[in-house]
């Protein structure tokens, strides 16, 4: 199969997978990749494969795409697609919770040499990289992570980029237990896609939808949290988008519960597999998990260094600085200092987030 009749059948395959017949572009696309002798036919043929397997939720067949698309561009011996390759590898691993190889190829990603698409892809790699260090619970690196892919989106004007980091935003404020700017992130989301989303994929509609419910449901405004996770089911049913799908089921299951709907809410009890030990009435193994508990918020830097209170166990405003450091609000608000109280950094201005 030479170049023209190659780049003619990935066309064919993008308008089936735009029109929801997924399992038919994904045929086109595999034959393609099985008889193409076009390096760069194959090498785009098989970024269409990683984004469709991971919108399927197929993360394992995922990572086999973008581990070829790399010995592919190793082949093209072109930066740019270097570079692209290696990012599909590092939101591959970041589907599959490998998340410190995740950062390694993202910190891969950002050592290679100028090319002209890093302007493009370097927001990507930094979300993706944010995404990993909030899975581990390193939460400052997330949040400088998250703070450049912002500066990256306001730079370049990408909106699609900006919409995705304040829906990674949202779950890192929901799992700080900052309910207002949980809710406040996927709004800004939602506001990007009606002002801007006309030709972007539905998924953007139903991750933002998605993110507001969850922030809905923490603050108990549980109507907005049922509606909002309504609308991103019917969107993920639509597109077969079953990670979404998933999440939506859990989050259906925590609005039920909130609900005092006990019988719903086993759903929850069926997903998760954690949080077994605690009603046992063993005093000393439980002494062992409180002093286990202060030494990761230690470690995890999960504290205000005004009051001393840990972050994460309630609904509290917080306020993030150019540093990265977060604090209660009230506390910088009543405190006199221009500089950070835990790095003394000069600046108190905050930041994007």
């Not at 989106?153 to 309910?179: I, P, T, W």
């Not at 989301?189 to 998924?203: F, I, T």
């Not at 809905?216 to 509606?227: D, F």
């Not at 019917?234 to 609900?259: M, N």
Request: charged share 25%; aromatic share 8%.
């Amino acid at each position: 199969m030479g170049q023209d009749q190659t780049k003619q059948q990935i066309e064919k395959g993008l308008q089936l997978y735009q029109s929801n017949q997924t399992e038919k572009a994904l045929q086109v696309w595999t034959k393609v990749l099985e008889k193409s002798s076009d390096l760069m036919g194959r090498f785009r043929v098989l970024g269409c494969l990683v984004t469709a397997h991971s919108e399927m939720g197929r993360y394992k067949e995922m990572l086999k795409f973008a581990v070829v698309q790399i010995d592919t561009a190793r082949e093209l011996e072109d930066a740019d697609f270097l570079l692209e390759s290696y990012l599909n590898l590092a939101r591959s691993n970041e589907k599959l919770c490998e998340f410190h190889k995740t950062i390694s190829y993202c910190k891969t990603c950002l050592g290679l040499p100028g090319t002209r698409a890093g302007a493009q892809l370097g927001g990507q790699v930094s979300l993706s990289m944010g995404n990993a260090f909030l899975g581990l619970s390193v939460f400052q690196k997330a949040l400088e992570s998250f703070e450049k892919a912002l500066r990256y989106a306001h730079n370049n004007d990408d909106a699609m980029l900006e919409c995705r980091v304040c829906c990674s935003l949202g779950s890192f404020y929901a799992q700080v237990k900052d309910y207002e700017k949980a809710l406040f992130f996927p709004c800004k989301a939602a506001e990007l896609v009606n002002n801007y989303g006309k030709g972007w994929s539905l998924k953007y509609r139903a991750m933002s939808q998605y993110h507001m419910a969850v922030a809905y449901r923490l603050l108990g405004h549980l109507g907005s949290a049922m509606e909002c996770c309504e609308e991103s089911m019917k969107i993920a049913l639509q597109h077969g988008d079953r990670p979404l799908q998933a999440l939506c089921l859990l989050c259906f299951a925590d609005i039920h519960r909130s609900r005092g709907d006990l019988e719903l809410s086993q759903l929850k009890l069926h997903c998760l597999s954690e949080s077994i030990y605690r009603s046992k009435g063993l005093q000393r193994e439980l002494r062992a998990h409180v002093v286990r508990f202060h030494e990761c918020v230690e470690e995890m830097e999960l504290y205000c260094g005004l009051c001393g209170e840990s972050i994460g166990e309630k609904n509290s405003r917080l306020q993030a600085l150019p540093c990265s450091h977060i604090f209660h609000l009230r506390c910088l608000q009543n405190n006199g200092t221009r500089s950070c109280p835990n790095c003394r950094r000069s600046s108190m201005k905050p930041g994007f987030v």
